[in-house]
């Protein structure tokens, strides 16, 4: 757990991780404001779903990335700012082969892929 | 006898796969980790569209080898547990450009015909892509696929390859950078830099791009040159890409892997920012959704080429039990050279015809 | 897009780069400081310019030390950006980097690497668990969040620990327990080294005064701990270790880990700059010089990205490679560089006496050199000792050949928290010297960035 060091004294924003309400002293790294309000589990791996969370607070480990506006992001690195919407990476589903489709263009096609 | 491969990568270790399955004895012989490697940097294709325009037997022996992957990779998985993650229903090629794409149909049904027909493939307009491959964006104009086409991861081939060879009782030195050959007939001896020494009756040099030096000492004029080539590997997503094209694929992590520039820049392996960029664009300008997508990584590799760019199989003429192997499509031709090109080493009857890939034509 | 082109830029804004910018722009030379935080100070003064007197307080007056370079920095003429991802350097001094999500690019005729060090990995088993961070991550968040842990263990060794713990003491927030893991002989193998060491005593009295508060404060050290494992399924619940022979467990759900810390050497390798394997520290450092000149002759590398050496030293190095790069540039004369540069080198050498008995007293545990088979130490692809053993078993002499073997190295971090834990295995494994088992080779981009950003890119330059 971490606890705060002193009565923040700075701008309070709101912001939104996984569909949840926070508030954070604005600038603060998201990293922290998560983990200061008792969030340590950011997201699950890509290869054994395992849960993940800030680790380095330095930018060099990538575990605590999660995605703002579609982009993949280091919350250690990314400020809270207000309105900010934070959400967890889509896991690739490792089981799940891509689905089959085969072309439906032309007679060819079907002749292509009898081939 | 023992047969002396110079050479681990894709290439070496498949003929020494395909020897050791024949139970002959193999003493492989790879060099160190920072070499050149274009095993460890290739694309992953198992390609066929598009090969051999000019020259039909190239396209075919391509072909062949492709029909034989299934078994090739199921012998492996057997052998090593290793799945490489092999696909082959088929790929499409993207183009933006209305010209290239009708060269391109040109040349696809000059080489239908010159193969005598067989050579599936189908011209999409973007309406028609798009139902094969939804996510393709308003700049592709449309595009060729062929169920010819498949891809693998070529890493874990590499790495079930090693496994393999071992698995089946072949000696595999890492670390061993060869020097020197003293060669005779059904002799050949050959320097490490570490002064140790290797001998064995035959010897097949399938080097890459180190084939230049140590070539002459067989026999062969091995004019190979390096053509450097630029690959983007993205984070892991879920996945959406059914089929590879030869500049976009996604790898079984999840990963999209968009490739492959090409530079002759010599031995320079280096990545550069201009290339990035433009194989990020084109990444972008068929996929306008991965426009958010971080890139990873990038790397740069050297295609071993041959003059024409097609390989070459060529067997000494100077010294009895030499041979030299030499292609710059690697993972296609790996099911060939694990099944067909044994015979061809070893000399026994059933031989593949290679005849149009001797070191005669340069 | 027109380039701009400068004499030096710098890349890092902690103290060597600080110093390497305000001694450059002193001396006339155009500077620029490239850095990814919001303020200058690097890790070790992060955010000193706007820490309130409470941060103060509980970071003590070694982290107000930082005040006098950001002030300097802040009055000098170099340009200073902040919150750029620089992912690109060429030999030729060309830097690409992001700044709010666009990729720019500028040019230098020299170039400062002054990225600092990282944590040494710690691959223990539960080490990627939530809950678990680096001790340094913990500080970070007391100087940047606001935050300190609460009843955390602390598991690992180090001076850096001491002053984490006492820094934790004074916000009120001691840890629960310091499982330490230097050993009796440890201590001996330095003791021959302490004679060197008095030279920098100022730094084994702050050692020992920093211990005593931890007694004083009553936290529970153990010390030559082994075995350790952090326990939890889903997050970390506690840490068990052996003991004098005893199997111990303590609950926790923090759990900081600290080895000692390691050059960051991304951007020097990805230079493909020579590197030289350090026995005494046990990494990876780029050759320099003594005035940090790498093997390029346009790339120097100060602080403790060129070896471990402190905030301190790091500060005068900063200087000594801006000194080197403005006299290889022709801006000051031969003279102003010998005379300038020569006390310099005096102090540093008196800050650096320390060095030798530090490295052995507390070196990196044998569990976290030689990790049992089933412990992960790619934390990106998940891929474990046991796992970099079979590589080796199969003729994987390197870590490049592990990396394509089995992805070590290839998740988003680039190799940053496995590397060297690869290289030992390898070494280890293979008998080979961890420098000719060598290290990951490093390609761009340093940092993660959007494909949308890169196409973007070239149409710019052509516009």
């Known amino acids: ?115 | 006898m023992t047969t002396l491969i110079i050479g681990g990568g894709v290439v070496g270790l498949s003929i020494a796969f395909g020897l050791l399955q024949q139970g002959k004895s193999v003493l492989v012989l790879d060099g160190g980790d920072g070499d050149f490697r274009a095993s460890r940097g290739n694309f992953g294709l198992v390609w066929i569209q598009g090969k051999g325009v000019d020259c039909p037997s190239y396209s075919n022996w391509s072909r062949r080898s492709a029909g034989l992957w299934p078994g090739y990779a199921e012998d492996l998985k057997k052998l090593t547990g290793i799945d490489i993650s092999l696909s082959q229903k088929g790929g499409v090629d993207y183009f933006t450009d209305e010209t290239e794409l009708k060269d391109r149909i040109a040349a696809l049904e000059s080489l239908k015909q010159a193969v005598g027909g067989d050579y599936p493939f189908e011209v999409l307009d973007h309406s028609g892509l798009k139902k094969l491959v939804p996510e393709i964006g308003p700049k592709v104009i449309g595009g060729l696929y062929s169920p010819m086409d498949g891809h693998v991861n070529p890493l874990l081939l590499l790495q079930a390859l090693s496994s393999a060879v071992r698995r089946l009782g072949g000696d595999l030195r890492t670390g061993a950078q060869v020097v020197g050959i003293e060669a005779a007939d059904r002799a050949f001896s050959v320097r490490l830099a570490n002064g140790d020494r290797a001998e064995g009756e035959a010897i097949v040099l399938a080097a890459g791009l180190g084939a230049s030096e140590l070539g002459p000492e067989l026999g062969f004029k091995a004019p190979v040159r390096a053509q450097q080539g630029q690959v983007l590997i993205t984070e892991r997503l879920p996945f959406f890409l059914n089929y590879p094209s030869g500049t976009l694929r996604q790898v079984n992590e999840g990963g999209v892997q968009i490739g492959a520039s090409k530079a002759e820049i010599g031995a320079d392996d280096r990545e550069d920012l201009g290339t990035i960029a433009k194989l990020a664009r084109h990444a972008v300008d068929v996929f306008p959704h991965l426009a958010p997508v971080n890139l990873v990584r990038s790397w740069a590799a050297l295609r071993v080429m041959s003059p024409d760019g097609l390989p070459i199989y060529q067997r000494s003429t100077k010294y009895e039990g030499a041979r030299f192997v030499t292609c710059h499509s690697g993972i296609t031709l790996a099911a060939a050279h694990a099944r067909l090109l044994p015979d061809w080493v070893v000399g026994s009857n059933q031989v593949p015809d290679l005849s149009d890939f001797s070191e005669a034509r340069f | ?463």
């Open chain 3, 1 to 463: 897009m027109s380039r701009d082109i400068y004499d030096i830029a710098i890349i890092g804004a902690g103290p060597a780069g600080m110093a390497a910018a305000i001694e450059a722009d002193r001396r006339g030379a155009s500077v620029v400081l490239l850095d990814e935080q919001p303020r200058p100070g690097g890790q070790i003064y992060r955010n000193v310019g706007i820490a309130t007197p409470r941060q103060r307080e509980v970071l003590g007056q070694d982290y107000a030390k930082g005040d006098a370079l950001v002030t300097a920095l802040e009055r000098s003429g170099a340009k200073h950006l902040s919150d750029i991802t620089v992912w690109q350097i060429t030999g030729t001094g060309r830097i690409a980097y992001s700044r709010k999500n666009q990729a720019e690019q500028l040019e230098a005729r020299q170039v400062i690497v002054a990225t600092g060090a990282t944590e040494r990995p710690v691959p223990l088993p539960g080490w990627t668990l939530p809950g678990v961070l680096t001790a340094g991550a913990a500080q970070i968040l007391m100087k940047s969040g606001g935050l300190v842990a609460e009843d955390a263990v602390l598991v690992g060794s180090g001076p850096l620990l001491y002053l984490i713990a006492a820094q934790m003491v004074a916000a009120g927030s001691p840890p629960k327990a310091m499982i330490e893991t230097q050993t009796g002989s440890d201590l001996q193998a330095a003791m021959k080294h302490l004679g060197g060491a008095l030279r920098g005593w100022r730094y084994l009295a702050k050692g020992l005064s920093l211990i005593a508060q931890l007694k004083r404060a009553g936290v529970r050290r153990y010390t030559g701990a082994g075995d350790i494992k952090v326990l939890g399924s889903d997050r970390a619940e506690a840490v068990s270790f052996t003991w004098k022979g005893r199997e111990l467990r303590i609950e926790t759900d923090t759990v900081l880990l600290h080895q000692g810390v390691v050059p960051n050497t991304q951007i020097t390798r990805s230079l493909q700059l020579d590197h030289r394997y350090e026995e005494d520290q046990r990494c990876f450092v780029p050759v320099t010089d003594t005035f940090g000149l790498s093997s390029s002759p346009i790339v120097s590398v100060a602080g403790d990205g060129a070896g471990i050496g402190g905030a301190a030293v790091a500060a005068l190095s900063g200087q000594l490679a801006a000194l080197g790069a403005l006299h290889r540039l022709d801006l000051i004369t031969n003279e102003t560089f010998e005379t300038s540069s020569a006390p310099i080198l005096e102090t540093r050498a008196k800050e650096l006496a320390v060095r030798p008995f530090l490295d052995r007293a507390y070196p990196p545990s044998q569990q976290t050199l030689k990790p049992v088979d089933t412990t992960i130490i790619c934390r990106c692809e998940e891929v474990t000792a046991g796992d970099i053993r079979r590589y080796a078993a199969l003729g994987c002499k390197g870590p490049n050949q592990a990396k394509a073997f089995g992805r070590s190295g290839m998740g988003p971090c680039q190799g940053r928290y496995c590397g060297l834990t690869v290289t030992e295995i390898l070494s280890a494994e293979n008998g080979i010297s961890q420098q000719e088992t060598g290290a990951l080779r490093i390609r761009s981009p340093i940092k993660p960035v959007t494909l949308g950003e890169l196409a973007a890119y070239q149409e710019e330059e052509h516009a």
């Open chain 1, 1 to 115: 757990m971490f606890t705060p060091l002193e009565t923040a004294s700075g701008r309070q924003v709101t912001f939104n991780f996984d569909g949840r309400e926070f508030t954070a002293q604005e600038g603060t790294p998201l990293a922290a404001a998560l983990l200061g309000a008792g969030v340590s589990e950011f997201r699950s791996t890509p290869v054994s779903a395992s849960p993940r969370g800030p680790f380095c607070m330095m930018g060099a480990c990538f575990d605590c990335l999660v995605q703002i506006d579609d982009v993949t992001v280091q919350a250690c690195m990314t400020p809270v700012r207000d309105g900010l919407v934070v959400k967890r990476i889509p896991r690739p589903d490792v089981s799940a082969e891509p689905h089959d489709s085969a072309p439906q263009g032309s007679e060819n096609s079907r002749e292509a892929l009898r081939a």
